[in-house]
């Protein structure tokens, strides 16, 4: 009997990340969970392992390189990782925002990326039929007012997805972006804002169903799962409501 294909799924402690992990978990995949947060990722896991799903807790900082080269000691031989820790912080014009919050947003979204990526590439190849989901947002790949910081690191971890999709090309590894616009979990804005769940909330303000961490996890899903020749490059995933980052309809 062949072994169950197994995905790494990384900011899985909580929104896209853990609706990912459930996904993927009922797609067939023992996952694994890793995110900064161990309690979270093992409740999920036992939560998941109730339900009759494979699933591990490993508690992870993908910025911290040498635990990410120890995590990834573990595979062998890995089917799927689906790059997915990063975030926002701040929404302030160019002008005035903190570098410090530039420097963190490019050391979770890009150089995490960077690191898992890295770290798992040969267990990725040595399964003969690797796919590499990279969680980038539609911020990656044109500027809206007050993105900022997020806005350059998005860019950042969309190259790192083109220029490694054109890297590898003839190993059987394949490089799927997926790029999110308005999705309303329960931590994105709020960790942007710091914690000021007002301004949080008027993110999402009259937006007619903004998606969910579910409708992304979902495309996620149909993007690995289709098969092995077929590369979804790049999935762009907004509402309905949304038609760009600066065009949102509001019932206000
Ligand atoms: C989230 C989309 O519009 O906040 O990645 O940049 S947005």
């Known amino acids: 009997m062949a072994a169950t294909p197994i995905a790494v799924i990384t900011g899985a402690s909580s929104g896209i990340g853990a609706a990912t992990a459930r996904t993927l978990a009922s797609a067939g995949f023992r996952v694994v969970l890793t995110a900064r947060r161990k309690d979270r990722i093992e409740a999920l896991a036992a939560e998941l392992t109730e339900a009759g799903h494979q699933a591990t807790a490993y508690a992870l900082d993908v910025t911290d390189r040498a635990a990410v080269d120890e995590f990834a000691t573990a595979f062998r031989s890995l089917a799927v990782l689906v790059n997915n820790a990063g975030g926002a912080l701040g929404a302030d014009p160019v002008a005035t925002g903190d570098p410090a919050d530039w420097r963190q947003m490019y050391e979770t979204n890009v150089i995490g990326t960077l690191n898992v990526t890295q770290a798992l590439l040969p267990a990725l190849t040595a399964s003969g039929d690797g796919t590499i989901v990279i969680l980038s947002s539609?911020?990656?790949?044109?500027?809206?007012?007050?993105?900022?910081?997020?806005?350059?690191?998005?860019?950042?971890?969309?190259?790192?997805?083109?220029?490694?999709?054109?890297?590898?090309?003839?190993?059987?590894?394949?490089?799927?972006?997926?790029?999110?616009?308005?999705?309303?979990?329960?931590?994105?804005?709020?960790?942007?804002?710091?914690?000021?769940?007002?301004?949080?909330?008027?993110?999402?303000?009259?937006?007619?169903?903004?998606?969910?961490?579910?409708?992304?996890?979902?495309?996620?899903?149909?993007?690995?799962?289709?098969?092995?020749?077929?590369?979804?490059?790049?999935?762009?995933?907004?509402?309905r409501a949304q038609a760009s980052n600066t065009k949102v309809h509001r019932t206000l």
Not at 170 to 195: D, K, L, Q
Request: proline share 5%; aromatic share 6%.
């Open 138 to 239: 539609t911020a990656a790949l044109s500027a809206y007012e007050g993105g900022g910081g997020y806005v350059a690191a998005k860019h950042g971890e969309h190259v790192l997805a083109e220029t490694l999709r054109l890297e590898i090309v003839g190993t059987p590894v394949r490089v799927i972006e997926v790029a999110p616009g308005m999705v309303r979990t329960e931590e994105f804005a709020t960790t942007r804002f710091r914690g000021d769940t007002e301004k949080a909330a008027k993110v999402y303000a009259g937006v007619d169903a903004p998606l969910t961490a579910e409708d992304v996890a979902d495309t996620i899903g149909w993007a690995v799962t289709r098969p092995s020749h077929v590369n979804i490059d790049l999935l762009v995933v907004r509402p």
